[in-house]
């Protein structure tokens, strides 16, 4: 993969007219994969994994579009009736039935295929943090979060500092207050921002290959190497809308879930349509 993207870079010609100083006056830098990427107009599938691999704490879906990258992020604990597999939290389906049926299943509710992934564990945004040197966050407020068994000790004071590495990994997990998972899909909007601003800048763009090296083995992906390139350096170089998906929290057997609003719902008949599906059937909303 770094191979590439190497010579991917090196044979960029608009690369080379970036880093001559051509740009325009609001500071766009022109993606060196154009050419190669064939990722545009399709949705992906993003999804960050703790440092064991098998829970899913990030589950976002990424288009390139145009000038725009956007982002929708899917709450964790959204409830979903997989079929063949009955209820469950979305975020559950990778450890069920692996990323084909997460897939599947996000495909049917967004209404939206989705054939492509990037999966990214969270010790290779270490790493990759670490070759950044880190990125500019405002983090919003004291962040304190102890679990011996997962190894994970977070203990950020709140206001503008530098993240990264373990820094970095704790403020995208922490979710340990009044907000839970919701709290922390915004924490990880404020980090994507910073992301973005840094890859904006063409030192960082012809670094691509040394950080995917960085990331090693913790990234999984069924792009090819320019490909994945492209989409990143196309990441980082449009405006980034990032959205998560509203809805309300309910319990269900007294597990909580969150009823999300699918761009795509479910039921979208008449009022004096037949009765909804069964999923719908339980929303004890409070």
Known sequence: MAV???????????????????????????????????????????????????????????????AITRITQVPRDSYIEAEGYGPNKINALYAIGGLDLLKRELSRKLGRPITHHVMVNLGAVRRMADALGGIEVNVPKRL??????????????????????????GFLRFRHDELGDIGRLERQQLAWQALFRKLTRPEHLVRLP??????????KTDLGPMELGGLITAMGTTQLDTKR????????????????EWPN??????????????????????
């Open 144 to 169: 304190y979060y102890t679990d011996r068994s997962q190894g994970l000790y977070i203990d950020l004071q709140p206001g503008l500092q530098t993240l990264k590495g373990r820094e970095l990994e």
């Open 265 to 286: 719902p479910v039921n979208t008949a008449a009022p004096d349509a037949p009765a909804a599906p069964a999923e719908d059937r339980y929303r004890f909303l409070y």
């Open 245 to 260: 998906l509203g809805g309300r929290p309910f319990m269900r057997n007294g597990i909580s879930y969150w009823d999300a």
């Open 4 to 66: 590439g993207l190497t010579a991917g870079l090196v044979l960029a010609v608009p690369l080379f007219d970036l880093l001559g100083g051509n740009q325009s006056s609001n500071n766009a830098v022109t993606n060196p994969f154009t050419a190669w990427t064939g990722v545009g107009d399709q949705d992906i599938l993003l999804v960050g994994t703790d440092v064991g691999g098998g829970n899913t704490d990030v589950i976002a879906s990424v288009r390139v579009d145009g």
């Open 210 to 219: 040394a950080l995917l090296s960085a990331a090693g083995k913790d990234i």
